[in-house]
């Protein structure tokens, strides 16, 4: 498989964090309205998403195939706009390393269900225990950036 891959996704995941981080920030500078911070957000991102359809063509083909498409199938958006908001609250409530700590955790969890069993048309991969091993590293390095301080204070002092 090709590197490039590998270093696109982790962009990504660079992307989320600054993506939150700025969608905090916005909130804020809109009187601690995380609701429209999401919404504007979203919206800059469906405008972007638009002119690059645009520019590349095939999108009235695509948009006219939508009505046939599954109900279930349009859910992402929905779910992308309640995770979106959620980080928007959450990010000044348990601070940003919690935050997408736990969220790429709840990622790990479920791509590795979808994968075993081949959910929502994924293709099957199935899970190893050497991954569920690698599983339970993240979750105790998770497990210690949540609550390592408090550990050591309380055991160190």
Request: with cysteine.
């Amino acid at each position: 498989m090709s590197m490039i891959y590998y270093v696109i996704a982790f962009a990504a995941g660079l992307g989320i964090t600054l993506q939150t981080t700025l969608n905090s920030q916005l909130a804020r500078g809109l009187g601690g309205d995380a609701v429209t911070a999401a919404l504007f957000s979203f919206a800059a991102g469906a405008f972007s998403l638009a002119v690059y359809s645009l520019l590349r063509g095939g999108l009235f083909t695509s948009l006219a195939a939508i009505p046939s498409q599954p109900l279930w199938s349009l859910a992402g958006g929905l779910i992308g706009a309640c995770a979106l908001f959620s980080y928007v609250v959450l990010a000044p409530k348990i601070g940003f390393s919690a935050l997408l700590g736990l969220a790429i955790v709840g990622q790990l969890l479920s791509s590795q269900v979808i994968d075993h069993f081949g959910l929502l048309g994924a293709i099957r991969r199935p899970v190893s225990v050497l991954k569920l091993g690698g599983m339970l590293v993240m979750l105790a390095g998770l497990a210690i950036m949540l609550f390592g301080d408090r550990l050591s204070e309380r055991f160190l002092h």
